[in-house]
């Protein structure tokens, strides 16, 4: 699937928005591809994921989060445990896949309550 540009306020518009930092997510976001991203004078800025109808803003100048809040902490829980989950020779891609994703569905609607 290839992403298409939209702009900061299109997003903005339309979203509950998490703003998470550069690579902070990396291993929870390794079963999706971004859908959009956002350019400027200076070229890419931010790509979006689309993850339960949350928009996931991630770049060196994302979005600021709307309605979704998460700590580093719990950012960092999350992608250490899907790294631990990637890293496990006994699951197979699929149950790989299910996990990981398992795991960012449910910090998406606890980031989600805790706005």
């Known amino acids: ?11 903005k518009e ?22 959009a991203y956002s350019a400027g004078k200076d070229g890419w800025s931010c790509d979006y994921y689309d993850i339960n109808g949350v928009l996931i803003s991630t770049g060196y100048s994302r979005l600021s989060s709307k309605r979704c809040s998460a700590s580093e902490d ?32 449910q910090f998406i609607e606890k980031s989600k309550e805790a706005s």
């Open 74 to 105: 719990e950012i960092k829980a999350l992608d250490k445990a899907a790294w631990t989950i990637k890293g496990d020779h006994t699951l197979s891609y699929k149950e790989k896949k299910e996990q990981v994703n398992n795991l960012l569905y």
């Open 14 to 35: 339309n979203y509950y928005i998490l703003s998470i930092g550069y690579c902070k997510l990396q291993n929870a976001l390794s079963f999706h591809e971004p859908i």
């Open 1 to 11: 699937m290839n992403k298409f540009k939209i702009t900061k306020r299109e997003a």
